[in-house]
């Protein structure tokens, strides 16, 4: 939704790249992903709209607040994924609850394979992109936030081993930038699964972003960080240059992990669960539409 709050008087060349912001948000919004402010900036950069810098990055921030202000972009097609108000939900009529748990209701439709699959992520920002992907395959997600804190290691290697005990293979497919730290996360969940799964196997799979993605996506390039620790091993294999994963169009993300989840998923056990599944969900959409009996039987029991 557009809603004016201030008015501004744009330059000609204003007004053009806020049309063209609406042009590659529009695009988006049509395969159904909004963006972030930085995702809507590399799609800008990859384009040769703007050059990568912190200053065009500014720019572009302040170019989308005030388009919106002025109402010529829409409110809801940017969206910050790391700031959002959390509280309980409510409904005022039962049989709307159960509507509710039918549309939500899941079975874990990879209790029966013999693979188990996470979906781990460096960055906050691209939880939207991962959602859909991980919802439609019920994969379990998670946004590390850089290095994985201690306690959040330590929880997931417990998991990790409940799967092993129950004689699953568990596979992590983890995402990260191009970048001295992002490469090295993946190798330090490596290292920290095996220390706390003392003997178990867990096998973490870099999908993105390396090496042969950027030759062959060339998302734009930034200055690898000479302050990072890592720099100068990172230097000597790949350069002084650096690779964020948000560059990399989202639906590029989304078939890059379906793909790999895919290749790990017995589908004849998936149909199964999904049949079972629907049965429930049958049930309970029944006793939502027939809830008024429901309560009479249950009034009529308690008499």
């Not at 005022?92 to 874990?108: C, G, H, K, S």
């Not at 209790?111 to 994969?139: H, T």
Request: charged share 30%.
């Amino acid at each position: 939704m557009k809603q004016q709050f201030l008015e501004f008087r744009f330059r000609a060349e204003t007004l053009k790249r806020i049309d063209m912001a609406n042009q590659i948000i529009r695009g988006y919004l049509a395969q159904g992903y909004r963006l972030t402010l930085r995702q809507l900036y590399y799609q800008h950069v990859a384009r040769g709209l703007i050059e990568n810098s912190e200053r065009s990055y500014k720019q572009m921030g302040e170019l989308i607040n005030n388009g919106r202000l002025s109402g010529l972009i829409d409110w809801s097609a940017i969206e910050d994924r790391t700031r959002n108000l959390r509280g309980i939900y409510h409904r005022d009529d039962p049989a709307e609850a159960i509507q509710d748990a039918y549309r939500d209701f899941r079975l874990d439709k990879w209790e029966n394979q013999p693979n188990r699959v996470e979906v781990w992520v460096e960055k906050d920002a691209l939880v939207g992109i991962l959602s859909r992907v991980c919802s439609r395959n019920d994969v379990n997600f998670f946004a590390c936030r850089g290095y994985v804190s201690q306690s959040e290691m330590y929880d997931a290697a417990r998991r990790v081993a409940r799967y092993i005990r129950a004689g699953q293979d568990v596979t992590i497919l983890h995402l990260g930038d191009h970048d001295p730290s992002g490469i090295d996360m993946s190798r330090d969940i490596r290292d920290r699964m095996v220390m706390f799964l003392e003997g178990l196997g867990v096998y973490v799979n870099r999908l993105a972003l390396n090496w042969e993605q950027i030759e062959l996506y060339t998302p734009p390039p930034n200055p690898a960080k000479t302050t990072d620790s890592r720099f100068n091993s990172y230097a000597e294999q790949f350069g002084h240059e650096s690779w964020e994963l948000d560059a990399l169009e989202p639906a590029v993300i989304d078939e890059l992990i379906e793909e790999n989840i895919l290749a790990l998923r017995d589908d004849s056990l998936w149909d199964e669960k999904r049949e079972e599944e629907e049965t429930y969900r049958q049930l309970l959409q029944e006793t939502s539409e027939r809830w008024a009996d429901v309560v009479r039987y249950l009034q009529q029991d308690e008499e």
